[in-house]
T-cell receptor, first 116, second 115 residues
Framework: AQKITQTQPGMFVQEKEAVTLDCTYD???????LFWYKQPSSGEMIFLIY??????QNATEGRYSLNFQKARKSANLVISASQLGDSAMYFC?????????????FGAGTILRVKS | GAVVSQHPSWVICKSGTSVKIECRSL??????MFWYRQFPKQSLMLMAT?????????EQGVEKDKFLINHASLTLSTLTVTSAHPEDSSFYIC???????????FGNGTRLTVT
């Protein structure tokens, strides 16, 4: 079974508007972490935001926020005020367990295109 | 912040030769590093977990004799693609954790083309 599911292969958003990228996950471990990474065409993986399973509040980092719905096992990324430079592939990932050295499992990714 | 350096960023080699890719943690020690493989427009697939001072742990379906991993120090892991074939052409990317309360950081990746 897929541990991380991203159902949107591609998304378009108008510049300056907000966009939500969907991510659902599956785990039986009560301790886990959820990550979002951005991968531009150059290939580098850029860390955006992190949400721990025990965190009470939704994570925010600048224009990025994570809509964490624990009961629904969803961790959607919200990008506000989209910019042309936001065009990239976005990956949701999960780490199971408490150890920060544990491996990440990635979703299939969503290609975001920002239109001017 | 934590930085992971990967070298080379791209390499072209002939079929049958071996290629070594280095992954270094520049400002932290990493007892564990991870090697991923990514085909165009696809997700990152974990190949193996590199453990400092011990054998790597390979994911199911990954040939350990073909993808040799050495983690000889706390700041360096290497992936050697042995007897490379065109189907090994891919984007290889490493990652390492910066410790508690720090996300995994990634190298910039190596684009391997086998001709």
């Amino acid at each position: 079974a897929q541990k991380i599911t991203q159902t949107q292969p591609g998304m378009f958003v108008q510049e300056k508007e907000a966009v939500t990228l969907d991510c659902t996950y599956d785990t039986s471990d009560p301790s886990y972490g959820l990550f979002w990474y951005k991968q531009p065409s150059s290939g580098e993986m850029i860390f955006l935001i992190y949400q721990g399973s025990y965190d009470q509040q939704n994570a925010t980092e600048g224009r990025y926020s994570l809509n964490f719905q624990k009961a629904r096992k969803s961790a959607n990324l919200v990008i506000s005020a989209s910019q042309l430079g936001d065009s990239a592939m976005y990956f949701c990932a999960m780490r199971e367990g408490r150890e920060w050295g544990n491996k990440l499992v990635f979703g299939a990714g969503t290609i975001l295109r920002v239109k001017s | 912040g934590a930085v992971v350096s990967q070298h080379p960023s791209w390499v072209i080699c002939k079929s049958g030769t071996s290629v070594k890719i280095e992954c270094r943690s520049l400002d932290f020690q990493a007892t564990t590093m991870f090697w991923y493989r990514q085909f165009p427009k696809q997700s990152l697939m974990l190949m193996a977990t590199s453990n400092e001072g011990s054998k790597a742990t390979y994911e199911q379906g990954v040939e350990k004799d073909k993808f040799l991993i050495n983690h000889a120090s706390l700041t360096l892991s290497t992936l050697t693609v042995t007897s490379a074939h065109p189907e090994d052409s891919s984007f290889y990317i490493c990652s390492a954790g910066g410790g508690n309360n720090s996300p995994l950081h990634f190298g910039n990746g190596t684009r391997l083309t086998v001709t």
